[in-house]
């Protein structure tokens, strides 16, 4: 059972930047992809972007430009850099996990965190 520890989330004005953190206790994190993904209140879960185990990385047109996602994989963690943030941004964030190819759907994910909370000031 792979478990998954987002930190990083908080309250920042519009341009403002956070970067989110994910930390994965399983110790072949380097073969799994990661994804973030948000939800924001009475909207579907939807995806930011994701990250292979070769660190090819893909976006959500939404973010493109504005968020980027790394790895550290001899820290088993996962990063989302996200700036510029707009009041649209808000939402609570989750990292996920699936062994092998990583996807942009939420369903193909095995491993889940508990979210953490982005709110953006207008």
């Known amino acids: 059972q792979v478990q998954l520890v987002e930190s990083g989330g908080g309250l920042v004005q519009a341009g403002g930047s956070l970067r989110l953190s994910c930390a994965a206790s399983?110790?072949?994190?380097?073969?799994?992809?990661m994804g973030w993904f948000r939800q924001a209140p009475g909207k579907e879960r939807e995806f930011v972007a994701n990250i292979s185990w070769r660190s090819t990385t893909s976006y959500a047109d939404s973010v493109k430009g504005r968020f980027w996602i790394s790895r550290d994989n001899a820290k088993n963690t996962v990063y989302l850099q996200m700036n510029s943030l707009k009041p649209e941004d808000t939402a609570v964030y989750y990292c996920?996990?699936?062994?092998?190819?990583?996807?942009?759907?939420?369903?193909?994910?095995?491993?889940w965190g508990q979210g953490t909370q982005v709110t953006v000031s207008s």
């Open positions: 399983e110790p072949t994190f380097s073969g799994f992809a």
């Open positions: 996920a996990a699936v062994s092998g190819r990583g996807s942009n759907y939420a369903r193909d994910y095995a491993y």
